[in-house]
């Protein structure tokens, strides 16, 4: 076992924050290892279907917030996103992931008409949902539709940095309710955050990882800060490859049994960040099913990646990435094996 001391707040602020190349390796050492005695070299594609782009909210951060007038908006009908899962299918896809903004155009009947109708074709897959924050009573529905795992990030655990990324009318508070609530409802729950956002300090990343452990979700979702040119952000600095990588690593060795995807962001500050995830401890993949012709209006940041390829070239290119570093593609529903919580239908 690689020797990496996690036994302290001051211990995990120096693997935080250190710039020493051997010291981070070994952190990464570290999270494979751990990777591998509960997840192998397996490495599970999920396929992600943004489904809108219109967004009520408006955080400082976000490409297709409110505010943001030159974002060309679009939302997918039942039809296309059918589609889109059927494309998936056909790849080899058994986990969707449906995500979009905040769009009051999708109401709560809307959004279980559309999780009956994917579960109706699709009754083994996973189906994720990924749209924000909305009543308990809406998310028991979308349970109950067949929905059977949910993504919000927390974006940050520190209150005061929670209000310098968001307007007053949203609260931290109201967010990880929200995530406590899916939880208890029985959803394989993912949290997550961005790395090197404005006036985040190592302080505030010690924070999201202790929050992270008291949560204890299925998935956590960790990407680089990269700022979009329309935003209140537009001219900060992103968040760097390196940091990344060693919150990657460090949530690996403190919640062993979390899935952790090697996400789009972290490909696009690199052309290899996504393989370097893996190599610190990753073990998701989430290629995009979206029609092509609306990839490149869901612009969260700038620059994003694949956004003129098919579903088909992403699944394959993943594929091929994956195997050159050992790695093996893994189409199945990917369960994590994080389990309290988790009635046993699911
Ligand atoms: N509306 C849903 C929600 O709030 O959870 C899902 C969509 S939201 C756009 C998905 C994630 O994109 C956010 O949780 C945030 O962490 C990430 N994101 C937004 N803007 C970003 C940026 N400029 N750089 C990197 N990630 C960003
Ligand atoms: Fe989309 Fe490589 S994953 S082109």
């Not at 998936?88 to 809307?110: A, H, I, K």
Request: aromatic share 10%; proline share 5%; hydrophobic share 35%.
């Amino acid at each position: 076992m690689n020797m990496v001391d996690l036994s302290g707040d001051a211990e995990i602020l120096h693997y935080i924050t250190t710039d020493d190349p051997a010291e981070a390796e070994s952190l990464y050492a570290a999270a494979r290892e751990v990777r591998e005695e509960h997840y192998g070299q397996d490495v599970y594609f999920r396929g992600l279907i943004e489904f809108t782009n219109y967004c009520k909210n408006d955080c400082y951060y976000c490409g297709i917030r409110r505010s943001n007038s030159n974002a060309e908006r679009y939302h997918l009908s039942m039809e296309q996103i059918l589609y889109c899962c059927q494309m998936g299918d056909m790849l080899g896809y058994r986990s969707f992931v449906l995500q979009g903004g905040e769009d009051p155009w999708f109401t709560d009947d809307r959004i279980t008409e559309m999780v009956e109708a994917i579960r109706r074709e699709y009754p083994e897959h996973a189906i994720t949902l990924s749209i924000g924050e909305r009543k308990r009573e809406s998310y028991e529905r979308f349970f109950q539709a067949g929905a059977n795992r949910y993504l919000l990030r927390h974006e940050t655990a520190n209150d005061e940095h929670y209000g310098k990324l968001h307007p007053a009318v949203m609260s931290l508070a109201e967010r990880k309710d929200c995530l406590f609530a899916l939880r208890d409802i029985g959803y394989q729950v993912g949290a997550g955050f961005m790395v090197g956002t404005p006036y985040q300090t190592p302080e505030c990343l010690l924070e999201d990882l202790r929050f992270l452990e008291k949560l204890d979700p299925h998935m956590v979702g960790i990407g680089p800060f990269i700022p979009q040119a329309a935003t209140p952000f537009g001219a900060c600095p992103g968040g760097t490859l390196e940091q990344t990588l060693r919150m990657l690593a460090l949530t690996r060795l403190l919640l062993p049994k979390t899935l952790l995807p090697a996400t789009t962001a972290l490909g696009t500050i690199d052309p290899r960040g996504r393989e370097l995830g893996l190599m610190a401890g990753a073990n998701v993949v989430m290629p995009n099913l979206s029609p092509k012709a609306v990839r490149k209006l869901y612009a969260l940041y700038d620059n994003k990646i694949c956004t003129g390829d098919e579903a088909a070239e992403c699944r394959f290119c993943m594929e091929g990435r994956i195997r050159d570093y050992g790695f093996v593609p893994d189409m199945g529903r990917g369960d994590s094996r994080v389990e309290i919580g988790v009635p046993a239908s699911v």
